[in-house]
């Protein structure tokens, strides 16, 4: 691996991400539907990478997962206390007050 020189302690990491964009082309139930096929990727993706982490920065994405697809968000929940995934999934920029 080629190291440039002075950059020697730069760590760069990835971190999976979705945006859909709820206000778009889509009805929002293609929108709820996009939603449930995303994090059902996310959740394989996670069992297949362990290191994987993934950030969603919608709550409202959250909401139609919990609302529509509740064995994926009950799943993606059980997946954080599992294998101590806390870390590895994060909600980011606002606060989720899905019911």
Not at 13 to 26: L, R, S
Not at 68 to 84: C, D, E, H
Request: include cysteine.
């Amino acid at each position: 691996m080629r190291i440039w020189q002075g950059y020697e302690d730069v760590i760069a990491t990835c971190i999976g991400h979705t945006h859909i964009d709820v206000a778009w082309w889509w009805t929002v139930a293609q929108t709820r539907e996009k939603v449930g096929r995303s994090f059902a990727t996310v959740l394989k993706l996670m069992d297949e990478y362990p290191n994987y982490k993934f950030m969603s920065s919608q709550p409202q994405l959250y909401a139609f997962l919990k609302k529509n697809v509740i064995r994926n968000y009950t799943r993606k929940q059980n997946s954080a206390s599992k294998r101590n995934a806390g870390s590895r999934k994060a909600v980011c920029g606002s606060r989720q007050t899905a019911t």
